[in-house]
């Protein structure tokens, strides 16, 4: 070992973050491990690194004993032998001597240098691990490197992410070389390295797109309450504004519609509705139902359900094609939610059907009722006109 060793590694602990101490910790007992395999496994031996000139010593110890105690000779030597060497001896005393055999320069080099590699992978991988553990919930850039019918593999640099099928957009196509936004669900520790889970279904995407797009949501004016998707088709999310002046929905569609634009282009199409959160129980439920409107919302807080009444012309829309409508909203507030046009109500009603409850009668304003897809998305935004549509 020799002076350019000790600058390549100091060069190596510089640039790859490695604490130097550990490194050299490990060379040593790594040396230590070849010199008992290759020198003797008896021996009670130490190696040393010189921090100054990179120079390797191998060192026997032995302790100093009373003559009668004397039992193994690699390990012991007697008091009467050390006071020769040494007349400060006394029991209990460690002695040095180097051992450094002639040849153990070139089993020390390539001992060092697979020492040194094998460290540089575990911290290599421990700081992308670590990394990515601080992104986890977060979106990164790749590109796509490979795609197959069960997972595509995402470049995001210093690490390859995986989106299982599980993860993928069903109506979705992924193309190697295609630059792609991916939601950071999972950093797991693996026998080869991190290994990183990401997403282009998890709801968690939408919101980090938002709070992207929108910087009233980055700033906390504007609050993500809760958001329920169907990856590909369609998704609602809740949004409340802690300042009365903002209107969390405009804050959301941005001028002309072109923030929730950006968005719904990055997904592919997919329909979002944006709707205002309410802590008044009614009130949020008819508004996660948009774009149907609501005459009539009956909660039972204890079930967590509720019953709500629809004119009958709109009884589809609050459905939604396949009941998605209907089961969006059900997932955004958490709710169990009855669906009944006003004709079933009334025939229900009259048939004695339900017991006599307190009822939460909505007088809709513009806020819900009458919020046009003209006024949400102007222009060239067609998300809410298309789920107006279904």
């Known amino acids: 070992m020799n002076q350019e060793f000790l600058n390549a590694l100091n060069e190596i602990v510089e640039t790859k973050g490695i604490d130097k101490e550990i490194l050299i910790d490990t060379i040593e007992q790594a040396l230590l491990t070849a010199y008992k395999k290759?020198?003797?496994?008896?021996?009670?031996?130490e190696v040393e690194f010189d921090r100054e000139n990179g120079d390797i010593r191998v060192y026997s110890t032995r302790t100093v004993v009373d003559e009668s105690d004397y039992y193994d000779s690699f390990l012991e030597i007697e008091l009467s032998e050390a006071k020769k060497i040494s007349p400060s001896y006394e029991i209990g005393d460690v002695i040095r001597n180097e051992v450094t055999p002639s040849n153990f320069?070139?089993?020390?080099?390539q001992t060092a240098k697979q020492v040194v590699v094998q460290r540089l992978r575990e911290a290599e991988r421990e700081i992308v691990y670590n990394e990515f553990m601080e992104r986890e919930g977060e979106i990164v850039d790749g590109e796509i490197t490979r795609a197959t019918p069960s997972v595509v593999y995402v470049d995001l640099g210093k690490i390859e992410g995986v989106m299982p099928r599980s993860e993928k957009i069903d109506n979705e196509i992924y193309k190697e070389g295609q630059r792609i936004k991916v939601y950071v669900v999972e950093?797991?520790?693996g026998s080869k390295g991190p290994q990183i889970i990401v997403?282009?279904?998890n709801?968690?995407?939408?919101?980090r797109l938002f709070e992207l797009e929108v910087p009233e949501i980055e700033q906390g004016i504007v609050q993500i309450k809760s958001i329920a998707r169907e990856a590909g088709s369609r998704t609602k999310m809740a949004v409340k504004s802690v300042d009365e002046k903002i209107d969390p929905i405009g804050a959301c569609v941005g001028p002309k519609g072109s923030r929730v634009k950006n968005i719904v282009d990055e997904l592919g199409d997919e329909k979002i509705d944006i709707i205002k959160y309410s802590d008044d129980f009614a009130e949020y439920i008819s508004a996660s139902l948009s774009p149907s409107k609501v005459v009539k919302v009956e909660v039972d807080e204890e079930e967590k359900s509720a019953l709500v009444v629809v004119p009958d012309y709109q009884l589809s829309l609050a459905?939604?094609?396949d009941g998605q409508n209907a089961r969006l909203a059900a997932k955004l507030t958490g709710w169990k939610i009855d669906i009944k046009s006003e004709s079933q109500y009334e025939e229900d009603l009259a048939n004695g059907v339900y017991d006599k409850k307190e009822e939460s009668e909505l007088e809709f304003n513009d806020e819900f009722a009458d919020f046009s897809?003209?006024?949400l998305f102007a222009d060239d935004v067609e998300v809410k006109e298309e789920t107006v549509e279904e």
């Not at 320069?105 to 080099?109: C, H, Y």
């Open 38 to 45: 290759n020198f003797g496994q008896a021996q009670n031996v």
């Open 105 to 109: 320069g070139r089993i020390a080099a």
């Open 187 to 189: 950093v797991k520790k």
């Open 199 to 201: 997403s282009r279904s």
């Open 203 to 207: 709801k968690g995407l939408v919101g």
């Open 319 to 321: 459905i939604g094609k």
């Open 373 to 375: 897809d003209e006024d």
